[in-house]
């Protein structure tokens, strides 16, 4: 072996979802929204004074996106830290909090790349499992750690929280930084933001990708106490001060200023998933309840593996994961009312004839 392969960081990435580049699918893998982004997005996309302003760097605080996120949430400028997606959010936050010898703590079955921030950042962690279905044990979350992270509603299953249980773990977590990963709240959780006025280690993390159709965008944003977020921006500033880039600044103020648009495709996705779920019961399947834009199920029969494979035959993409516990589940994202409908028959069928 070559002497300097020794000093090569050894990583196993993070697999995200197939991003199929077929004309015609039903793409129901990676939680995207069906919708397009609110049309003063599209609005300002056609304005040509931005071109001309791509020559200069865009403004490295991001205050115009910033401010907006704070004026819509109630919060001071200084409460609020944005970034490339969430999923940048969130690796700057392991990099900045996540610092002691102790191990950091989130559940088993949860996002799939918290263990592989963890691994690249060199943090200590531990899993606690979910109960048999599927929910959080607060409990586990009381002993010694160097930090606790976790999803509301939790992904891959679509459980949510109740904020009495966050603020129990949090009351048991006074010596370390609590992140509640926020990405699916907006579809019909409630956000544990309160609680930032009582908890100054509280860190609560949304995104643009799911409810604001922007996922292309990407555009994510923290909220905490004005020393929590300095502590981000310090960071963020120490390798790189342009995250965020000009359109994103621009077109993320444009759709957080639309709010009548958001509520009304929020809703949308919320109807058609209650629908979504009668539908789904009726053919076999069982699930937990979910306040996410997906549900995540099991056939009593069928082994989800032969149905993600027929489906994906007939150009129908939903999520499959090979792991430990989840591999009999499928996690499919709510589409279009029509979507889902091509997909129930699609089920209708293959159920039918399955042997
Ligand atoms: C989708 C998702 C994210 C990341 O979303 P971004 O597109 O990076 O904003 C973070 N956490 C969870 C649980 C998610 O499902």
Redesign the pocket.
Known sequence: MKAWKKNIRQVVPYVPGEQPKKEKMIKLNT?ENPYPPSEKVLELMKDPAQFDKLRLYPDPTASMLVEAIADYKGLSKDQVFVGV????V?AMAFMTYFNSEKPILFPDIT?S?YDVWADVFRIPFETKALDDNFHIKKEDYYGENGGVIF?NPN?PTGVLMPLSDIEDILIHNQDVIVIV?E??IDFGGISAQPLLEKYENLLV?Q????SRSM?GM???YAMGSAELIKALNDVKYSFNSYTMNQPSILWGTASIKDDDYFQKMVAKIVDTREWFKEEMKQLGFHFQDSMANFIFASHETIPAKDIFMAAREKDIYVRYFNKPRIDNYLRITIGTREEMEEFLSFLKEFCGKYK
């Not at 997606?85 to 940048?88: I, K, N, V």
């Not at 995104?207 to 799911?210: G, Q, V």
């Open positions: 939680n997606g969430s999923d940048d969130l996002y790349f999803p992904a990963d990405a699916y993390v995104t643009f990708s799911k996922a990407r555009i994510g």
